[in-house]
C-alpha cells in the first residue's frame, strides 16, 4: 500500500511556458500533501504544504505567484511551475500523507519530476 | 524553526564493513526520526524511523537510537552490501513544526566497494 505517483516523470520545455505536475495517491487519502525541490547532489528542499481543499502554505523564499499549487482532492495534487526559467530545472518531488487516524500516517514520496527548461 | 545536520556527508566503507551516519536536531519538540535511502534519480524510501519513546530500533541490518538528551540520532548499518550504495537522509518531525512537516539533514552518499 501507500503509493503515490507522480506525472509526468520527466519534462522539457521552453523558458517562458508554463509546466503542471501532478501528485495522486493511489490507495489512500492523503490529507496533506508535500511539494520537495532537490538540486543535484542536494538534499530535498520544502517548497510547500497544502491540505485538502485549503491554500497552500509556502516556505521562505517560495515565490506563490510562481509555484501555483492545488489540492483538489484527497487524491491529487498539482504544482504549476509558471512562466519557467533555466534555473528553475530541477528534481520536483511530491509526497503525501494521510491524516492522524489514517493508517498511512507518515509521508510516502513519488517518483519525482525531472524538469528542464531551455 | 527545526534545524537537522548530517555527518559525514560522504562515507565510503567495505563490502562488509559496518556504517554509520550520524544527526542532530534542534526542537527538543522534534518526536518522529525517519531514515530515507535515495538511490540515483529515485525517490526517497523510509527504511527505518524511530519515535522519540524509545532509544533503539533494529530490522535487520538497520538500526537507529536516539539519545534525546543530547538531541541526536543515528543509523547503522552492518554487513554492509554495495547494494546499500545510495544518499541516506535523516529528518526529523514534531509538534513546533507547523503542519508536522519532515526537515531533511543534508544527506550522506554511501559507498560500498566490493
Known amino acids: 500500500g501507500a503509493v503515490v505517483s507522480q506525472h509526468p516523470s520527466w519534462v522539457i520545455c521552453k523558458s517562458g511556458t508554463s509546466v503542471k505536475i501532478e501528485c495522486r495517491s493511489l490507495?489512500?487519502?492523503?490529507?496533506?500533501m508535500f511539494w520537495y525541490r532537490q538540486f543535484p547532489k542536494q538534499s530535498l528542499m520544502l517548497m510547500a504544504t497544502s491540505n485538502e481543499g485549503s491554500k497552500a502554505t509556502y516556505e521562505q523564499g517560495v515565490e506563490k505567484d510562481k509555484f501555483l499549487i492545488n489540492h483538489a482532492s484527497l487524491t491529487l495534487s498539482t504544482l504549476t511551475v509558471t512562466s519557467a526559467h533555466p534555473e528553475d530545472s530541477s528534481f520536483y518531488i511530491c509526497?503525501?500523507?494521510?491524516?492522524?487516524?489514517?493508517?498511512?500516517?507518515?509521508?510516502?514520496f513519488g517518483p519525482g519530476t525531472r524538469l528542464t527548461v531551455l | 524553526g527545526e534545524n537537522v545536520e548530517q555527518h559525514p556527508s560522504t562515507l565510503s566503507v567495505q563490502e562488509g564493513d559496518s556504517a554509520v551516519i550520524k544527526c542532530t536536531y534542534s526542537d527538543s519538540a522534534s518526536n518522529y526520526f525517519p531514515w530515507y535511502k535515495q538511490e540515483l534519480g529515485k525517490r526517497p524510501q523510509l527504511i527505518i524511523d524511530?519515535?522519540?519513546?524509545?532509544g533503539e530500533k533494529k530490522d535487520q541490518r538497520i538500526a537507529v537510537t536516539l539519545n534525546k538528551t543530547a538531541k541526536h540520532f543515528s543509523l547503522h548499518i552492518t554487513e554492509t552490501q554495495p547494494e546499500d550504495s545510495a544518499v541516506y537522509f535523516c529528518a526529523a518531525r514534531g509538534p513546533n513544526s507547523g503542519y508536522s512537516t519532515l526537515t531533511f539533514g543534508k544527506g550522506t552518499m554511501l559507498l560500498v566497494s566490493p
Open positions: 524511530i519515535r522519540s519513546n524509545v
Open positions: 490507495d489512500f487519502q492523503a490529507t496533506t
Open positions: 509526497s503525501a500523507r494521510g491524516g492522524r487516524m489514517s493508517s498511512y500516517n507518515e509521508q510516502f
